[in-house]
C-alpha cells in the first residue's frame, strides 16, 4: 500500500490562485499527479523538484512544500 505524506501543495498552489492543471502545465506533469500528490501519496525526488519549481519556489524551499519526511533532505 501507498505511504502517506503531508505536503503543503494544495495550500500553495490556492494560495497563488492555480488550479491542479495549471500547476500541473507549470510543472511539466499530470493533473493526475497533482491530485496524488495533495492526496498524501509519495512521489519522485524529480517530481518534488518540479513542482517546487512550479510554485515559483527554490529547491532549498523544500521543506516548506513537502516537510521534513524521509526524502525531505538531511535533518539537523
Known amino acids: ?8 501543495v494544495q ?10 492543471a495549471e500547476l ?5 506533469i499530470s493533473p493526475l499527479t497533482i491530485s496524488r500528490i495533495e492526496s498524501g501519496l509519495e512521489c519522485r525526488v524529480d517530481t518534488k523538484r518540479k513542482i517546487i519549481l512550479a510554485l515559483g519556489l527554490t529547491p532549498s524551499d523544500r521543506r516548506k512544500v513537502f516537510g521534513a519526511g524521509r526524502s525531505g533532505g538531511r535533518t539537523p
Open 11 to 20: 495550500r500553495l498552489r490556492e494560495e497563488q490562485l492555480l488550479t491542479k
Open 24 to 28: 500541473a502545465r507549470k510543472a511539466g
Open 1 to 8: 500500500m501507498a505511504r502517506r505524506a503531508r505536503n503543503n
